[in-house]
């Protein structure tokens, strides 16, 4: 009887260690993906595929062509999710990495405008749409595949490392950008470098799907199926019997993405060709301020097991309304070293107001809407937060400075803080 009870724990923590690293590893992959495309972005899209008479109007365009993968996320969102409450979570999560792996993989191959004129921005921005279809799908189905498992008092913890997976994601593809600005001359960069983070995508997407190939459905999903058949369509009785709920999860994740877009793409771009930083000397400074943010998911992870997601979300949205008004005159200061305490300090909130989310948004929907909720929720919310931000706080740099663009942080942090007051704290007791 002992070796049997010895047996199901060490089968149970197989199956919890192969649960948390395939969300794990799936996010990282994702926002791999997702973030050597801004990356590449703020550094080379501009003059690649967008010619025009001013760096600033050619980064604005290669920003609105980012944007274009937050439109499509809720898109992929209601895609993805439809399946992931009727098929289930497994398959979901295989197709929506195949996808957003295969147009990552293409964007490294296409040809500049140089090459095939307007062609070359049309398809692009084709790729940056597939991309933020398979992202959309992504989040919501890898944040429910670690909650749905977590034991009693552990969703928090589980549901860190899907969170966990944009600072390693962050760090292997601003890590590959800087080895190659170190290794190669500029004009190497530009004419082929950029495109090899892009191709090394296969690999890892394909290490994600063997991890996710071998995992079960969750058990949420499996009660659900047996207690009626799936809704016929989710979003229609989402939108019927959640509308309050989708709204309020809408608003409470727009400040992480604003916070994390404006101290990642926007600041790389400004800080390397507005203010003049050596591009790897940025770089690195980045890299090293994203560890702070996985040190905050993983102390808010804890923290909201012991207290509460919400709370700890509406702490750090408070935090974050500081970190707005402190941006200006940190990058104001004229040294590198007073805005890589910005990112460091913008980036630990960032895991406050980011880690906590993946088990708030699924504790807020029936388990037969929670994989469509809990994605249209996070990628709408992407839209307002994250989708334009870079854009926007260029325009604001351009016409007022960097003070702007920390208002733009404070404003995004209160409309999180609201939506949050508006959910029941009792919704993360009725989770089943």
Avoid at 92 to 114: D, F, H, K, Q, W
Avoid at 156 to 182: H, K, W
Avoid at 244 to 251: D, I, N, S, V
Avoid at 347 to 364: D, E, K, R, T
Wanted: charged share 10%.
């Amino acid at each position: 009887m002992h070796v049997r009870s010895g047996d199901r724990r060490v089968s149970v923590y197989r199956k919890n260690a192969r649960v948390l690293t395939a969300s794990l590893v799936g996010t990282a992959v994702e926002f791999y993906d997702f973030y050597i495309y801004a990356t590449a972005a703020a550094l080379v899209f501009g003059p690649l595929f967008f010619p025009a008479e001013s760096a600033s109007v050619q980064r604005l365009a290669a920003y609105a062509s980012f944007a274009i993968a937050f439109v499509a996320r809720p898109v992929g969102a209601t895609l993805f999710g439809h399946f992931g409450d009727r098929v289930g979570r497994k398959s979901t999560l295989v197709a929506s990495l195949l996808l957003m792996g295969g147009a990552t993989v293409i964007i490294g191959l296409l040809p500049t405008y140089e090459s095939i004129g307007w062609l070359a921005p049309l398809l692009l921005c084709l790729m940056r749409f597939s991309q933020g279809l398979g992202l959309g799908g992504e989040w919501g189905g890898a944040a429910l595949l670690a909650v749905e498992n977590a034991p009693p008092g552990w969703r928090a913890r589980f549901g860190m490392f899907p969170q966990l997976g944009a600072p390693v994601g962050f760090i292997a593809a601003n890590g590959l950008f800087l080895i190659f600005s170190m290794t190669l001359s500029d004009a190497q960069f530009l004419a082929w470098g950029w495109r090899i983070p892009f191709l090394l995508s296969s690999v890892l997407v394909g290490l994600g799907l063997w991890i996710r190939l071998k995992l079960t459905e969750t058990p949420a999903f499996e009660a659900a199926l047996e207690e009626a058949p799936p809704k016929s369509i989710p979003i229609v009785e989402l939108f019927r019997s959640h509308l309050g709920q989708t709204l309020a999860g809408t608003f409470a994740v727009i400040a992480c993405f604003a916070i994390y877009y404006l101290t990642t793409t926007f600041a790389l771009g400004y800080g390397t060709q507005t203010l003049g930083y050596d591009r790897q000397s940025f770089l690195g400074v980045q890299l090293f301020a994203i560890l702070f943010m996985a040190l905050g998911i993983v102390l808010a992870g804890y923290a909201a097991d012991r207290w509460s997601s919400r709370g700890v979300l509406i702490a750090g949205c408070v935090g974050a309304i500081v970190v707005g008004l402190l941006m200006g005159p940190m990058f104001a200061a004229g040294s590198l070293a007073a805005i890589a305490g910005f990112l460091c300090l913008g980036l630990f909130a960032m895991g406050f107001v980011y880690g906590p989310i993946a088990s708030l948004l699924p504790q807020m929907f029936d388990a037969r809407v929670r994989y469509t909720g809990s994605s249209i929720a996070f990628n709408v919310g992407g839209i307002f937060g994250g989708g334009f931000a870079p854009a926007i706080a260029q325009t604001l740099a351009d016409k007022g400075g960097v003070l702007y663009v920390g208002a733009y942080i404070s404003v995004a942090a209160v409309l999180s803080l609201l939506g949050l007051l508006s959910i029941r704290r009792s919704t993360e007791a009725e989770f089943v």
